[in-house]
């Protein structure tokens, strides 16, 4: 099979596309066609083994990648299932989440797997796990959004962005987006009552206070972002910091969690989307919300198996448009 693979860590000239065998199953596995796969933070994070912190915290590899197969979000056909899984079988459309999805042929558990929604093309569905996943946890059960309250997303046209605006305005929140101007017109048409041009004008610096903020985009110190809260909201941070330092959105992260214990606000943090923190409910809940026209993928580019190396330099470079999708024929 065809699959883009990474002996080391380094920058995505290292990506290569070869022939390998496809990847063999236990009895509890499943394997999945790979129909199209999304591109997230997550893998330019294990493509470069940054923030180096993470090669000691066991998910990313030491010296060298852990998983040889780069890409984690898939969508695709159930190829065969293990001797114990249930529930799956051959020809099944599925979505999820699938070590080695740059590639023909991936495996994973059926845990990870959730039936994919109909009216979804596979490269819609690819946009879903990761993304959605982090932005209903950040909205829903981390920062515990409720009718009426006043929410911004900072960072609202990208991946994880696009899917916040919709859960909150789902939930009846009244929600603000911050992004730049040629993204305006997308985030208004997700829901957003207010819409922040983060060219013309810093939300941090205006006079309206926010019951919940999301921030996606690590680019405003804790000072001001708690400046931005009622005294008692809260502030859900999802990242920030960027590859190459040795403590990136770690870092940031340690230091929300240090100032909570310390203020009247709910300073909280959204721990890394991979498979060992979502749930089998997370995608239920967002695939629900798609089925009822509440929720859609926005796919801002896509790219081809080939041209994978290219998709991680364009997301790299930041300011990505919703998800960025390869497609697998």
């Not at 060298?64 to 293990?82: L, M, N, T, W, Y």
């Not at 809260?229 to 859900?236: E, F």
Request: glycine share 12%; charged share 20%.
């Amino acid at each position: 099979m065809k699959a883009i693979v990474q002996e080391r860590f380094g920058p995505p000239d290292i990506l290569e596309l070869v022939d390998t065998d496809r990847p063999e199953i236990s009895a509890d596995q499943v394997s999945v066609r790979v129909r199209a796969a999304a591109l997230n933070p997550y893998d330019w994070h294990m493509l470069r083994g940054d923030p180096y912190v993470a090669r000691l915290m066991g998910g990313v590899g030491l010296t060298r990648p852990k998983c040889r197969v780069a890409g984690i979000d898939v969508a695709g056909q159930v190829e065969s299932v293990g001797a114990d899984v249930r529930g799956l079988r051959p020809g099944d459309e599925v979505l999820g989440f699938c070590h080695g999805s740059f590639a023909e042929y991936a495996r994973t558990t059926a845990d990870l797997l959730v039936p994919k929604p109909a009216g979804l093309t596979f490269e819609q569905a690819a946009a879903v796990p990761m993304a959605a996943v982090t932005a209903l946890r950040g909205i829903r059960t981390v920062g515990r959004v409720r009718a009426g309250q006043r929410v911004l997303v900072n960072g609202a046209a990208g991946g994880v962005g696009t899917f916040a605006v919709q859960i909150a305005v789902a939930l009846d929140a009244e929600v603000t987006g911050v992004c730049s101007t040629a993204n305006v017109d997308l985030v208004r048409s997700l829901g957003a009552a207010h819409i922040v041009d983060r060219t013309r004008e810093d939300f941090t610096e205006g006079r309206e206070r926010y019951d919940v903020i999301l921030d996606n985009v690590g680019n405003h110190p804790l000072t001001r972002l708690r400046r931005a809260l009622t005294p008692t909201g809260t502030l859900v941070a999802n990242g920030g910091g960027s590859p190459g330092r040795a403590f990136g959105a770690v870092g940031s992260m340690l230091r929300v969690i240090a100032v909570n214990g310390f203020v009247g606000q709910q300073l909280r943090t959204i721990l890394p989307s991979a498979p060992a923190g979502p749930t089998r409910e997370d995608l239920l809940a967002v695939t629900a919300l798609i089925e009822a026209g509440r929720l859609t993928p926005v796919i801002g580019r896509t790219y081809t198996l080939a041209d994978t190396a290219e998709g991680v330099r364009h997301l790299e470079r930041g300011h990505a448009r919703g998800k960025a999708v390869i497609t697998v024929p």
